[in-house]
């Protein structure tokens, strides 16, 4: 006669165990590396929200990164900077003639004068400078803004933006011009002496109508 099998005790709790600990001490280390990528992204200002997936891109072997929803393409590297370059929509006309940015109505630029040009606002620099008049004839039958009315100068064969002065004598052009009237402006601009020989004048008339351009010689 057999001698009854005898089961282990004991045993079931001892493994229990063990598999608890295995799995207390996983979370652990999951933890840890969760924390560690987090600090890691925070040194280099990075956030998760802000780390793109890799994606193959249209006609791009191999793929490349996809923007975040909502981000905002960095411009080229070369582009110029805004105001840095002439900006016209009209070709340049003489010094001597008139434009007409609309039905009725003509610009026009005159009276040049070499001056002394005199700080007065914050981030003014004095210097050699040149005068000039601006005139809009408006024969329309109703006022038209100038409220938005802009005028830039450039000078020298790199076409280099000038520095807009008050003084002396600067006038800006009215905010308006009637219906059948005549408003003038008087422009103070720093421009070196020996680069007067290609200056260009631009103006930004009103939003929507083209931007005109006058260029010429100015004598010193």
């Known amino acids: 006669m057999s001698s009854p099998v005898e089961t282990p005790t004991g045993h079931g709790p001892r493994r229990m165990a063990l598999v608890w600990i295995t799995i207390g001490a996983v979370a652990v280390i999951i933890a840890v590396i969760v924390v560690t990528i987090g600090v890691a992204m925070a040194n280099n200002g990075l956030s998760p929200a802000s780390v793109s997936t890799t994606t193959p891109g249209a006609g791009e072997p191999g793929g490349g990164a996809t923007a975040s929803p909502g981000s905002t393409p960095a411009p080229p590297q070369d ?31 005159g009276t040049f004068e070499a001056v002394q040009g005199e700080a007065q606002l914050a981030g003014d620099v004095a210097g050699p400078a040149i005068r000039f008049t601006v005139s809009i004839v408006n024969g329309t039958g109703k006022a038209i803004s100038l409220a938005t009315a802009l005028v830039n100068v450039y000078y020298g064969a790199d076409q280099s933006p000038a520095s807009e002065l008050q003084k002396p ?4 052009l009215p905010a308006e011009v009637a219906a059948g009237a005549t408003v003038t402006g008087t422009m103070v601009f720093t421009v070196p002496e020996e680069e007067r020989d ?16 006058f260029e010429g010689a100015i004598p010193n």
């Open 79 to 109: 582009s110029p900077a805004p105001g840095d370059e002439p900006f016209v929509t009209a070709s340049p006309l003489p010094f001597a003639e008139a434009a007409e940015p609309a039905p009725g109505v003509t610009v026009s630029v």
């Open 169 to 172: 004598g600067g006038s800006p």
């Open 198 to 213: 290609h200056v260009l004048i631009t103006m930004d008339y009103q939003v929507g109508d083209p931007v005109l351009a």
